[in-house]
T-cell receptor
Framework: DAGVIQSPRHEVTEMGQEVTLRCKPI?????LFWYRQTMMRGLELLIY????????DSGMPEDRFSAKMPNASFSTLKIQPSEPRDSAVYFC??????????????FGSGTRLTIV | GDSVTQMEGPVTLSEEAFLTINCTYT??????LFWYVQYPGEGLQLLLK?????DKGSNKGFEATYRKETTSFHLEKGSVQVSDSAVYFC????????????FGTGTRLLVSP
């Protein structure tokens, strides 16, 4: 399995532009998570999906952020308009609801976003 | 709600030293406990886990024992290497249905030759 695949790995964008981050979860995983990591705030859960349906978006910082999962193999996180304070590493993770406990998540390699 | 508390870093050690990174948790019931590791420029990787009291998770020379009585899951390694330099995250998930992972703030480990 190729694991969780995120693209792009790095993105540098001017303030005010739209940014789209992409994620392909592991095939068969029921859950998909978007996290943001910064030095100041650490690892923050933004939103997660179950069977392509958003379950909890309480971590999405503001209306400029939106996330979609049109099918089981693809999700996007969009920021419009982008601001310098959105600069961070964004991770996608997926998980399978197991019969046994303690399955955990598989993370992608992240997208390092810089807004200038 | 559920929470995880980790010791602040960075933890700075010389190669072959003994490592302990403390982790305590607050949760109802019997959560599953995890340690994740993040190497520079990479995503988090599952290092080890334990799903019930007194279980010991182990991987790559690292160990952690699920202590219900002290609500702890401390990470240990007998002899660290430079390649162990990374950020280590303790995490838990609840024991009913699907529970999202709750992460600690992470502890940076720096190992010098």
């Amino acid at each position: 399995d190729a694991g969780v695949i995120q693209s792009p790995r790095h993105e540098v964008t001017e303030m005010g532009q739209e940014v789209t981050l992409r994620c392909k979860p592991i095939s068969g995983h029921d859950y998909l998570f978007w996290y943001r990591q910064t030095m100041m705030r650490g690892l923050e859960l933004l939103i997660y999906f179950n069977n392509n349906v958003p379950i909890d978006d309480s971590g999405m910082p503001e209306d400029r952020f939106s996330a979609k999962m049109p099918n089981a193999s693809f999700s996007t996180l969009k920021i419009q308009p982008s601001e310098p304070r959105d600069s961070a590493v964004y991770f996608c993770a997926s998980s399978l609801v197991p019969r046994a406990r303690g399955y955990g998540y598989t993370f992608g390699s992240g997208t390092r976003l810089t807004i200038v | 709600g559920d929470s995880v508390t980790q010791m602040e870093g960075p933890v700075t050690l010389s190669e072959e030293a003994f490592l302990t990174i403390n982790c305590t948790y607050t949760a109802t019931g019997y959560p599953s406990l995890f340690w994740y590791v993040q190497y520079p420029g990479e995503g988090l990787q599952l290092l080890l886990k334990a799903t019930k009291a007194d279980d010991k998770g182990s991987n790559k020379g690292f160990e952690a024992t699920y202590r219900k009585e002290t609500t702890s899951f401390h990470l240990e390694k007998g002899s660290v290497q430079v390649s162990d330099s990374a950020v280590y995250f303790c995490a838990l998930s609840g024991d009913t249905g699907f529970q999202k992972l709750v992460f600690g703030t992470g502890t940076r480990l720096l190992v010098s030759p």
